[in-house]
């Protein structure tokens, strides 16, 4: 069963802006990791982000972790068209297995 | 990083045959494996749970007869859609556990 909720369900925006991805979940985690999947294809590893931790930054990717109100956020800042994808986060328990949540379809128009 | 290899990465079957998908660790060994099914414009929903040497583990709702999977060496597991129907048209996703997991390009499968 899918334990995360991701929010928007789509998202899109113009290239150059930032686009914010929300994921919430119910409960404890281990850590929790962001993929990217384009259309058709496999998941590409993004991010992860221990429960311990509150933030953390790859590039122009930000991740925050809020586990009293059992959220994270994706942010792609200065989003670019070839960032036009679907984004999961996925928490992850003490035995790593992976629960996924329902995704955000973001379209970045040049 | 670790590498998943899966093949076929597409495959077109008629209604009633069943189709064998491989997994494959390329450059490190898994003593587990998942899979995953992904239906269009839906996330990946985790399928069972593959362990070396022993029986997979299966999620509810998930037919162990149907989905028939073998974890007979540290890098490979298959998984085989037994007298296929048109409604397991689908996307199938594996990933071999490390630390983390890592996901292989997924297999397209189509039943007419």
């Known amino acids: 069963s899918q334990q995360g909720e991701e929010d928007p369900q789509a998202l899109s925006i113009q290239e150059g802006e930032n686009a914010t991805m929300n994921c919430s979940y119910k409960t404890s985690i281990n850590n929790l990791q962001w993929y990217r999947q384009n259309s058709g294809r496999g998941l590409v590893h993004l991010i992860l982000i221990r429960s311990n931790e509150r933030e953390k930054h790859s590039g122009r990717l930000r991740v925050t972790l809020d586990t009293s109100k059992k959220s994270s956020s994706l942010l792609i800042t200065a989003s670019r068209a070839a960032d036009t994808a679907s984004y999961f986060c996925?928490?992850?328990?003490?035995?790593?297995?992976?629960?996924f949540g329902g995704g955000t379809r973001l379209m970045v128009k040049p | 990083g670790a590498v998943v290899s899966q093949h076929p990465s597409r495959v077109i079957c008629k209604s009633g045959t069943s189709v064998k998908i491989e997994c494959r660790s390329l450059d490190f060994q898994a003593t587990t494996m998942f899979w995953y099914r992904q239906f269009p414009k839906q996330s990946l929903m985790l399928m069972a749970t593959s362990n070396e040497g022993s029986k997979a583990t299966y999620e509810q709702g998930v037919e162990k007869d149907k989905f028939l999977i073998n974890h007979a060496s540290l890098t490979l597991s298959t998984l085989t859609v037994t007298s296929a129907h048109p409604e397991d048209s689908s996307f199938y996703i594996c990933s071999a556990k490390q630390e983390t997991q890592y996901f292989g390009p997924g297999t397209r499968l189509l039943v007419l």
């Open positions: 996925a928490t992850a328990n003490a035995g790593n297995m992976l629960t």
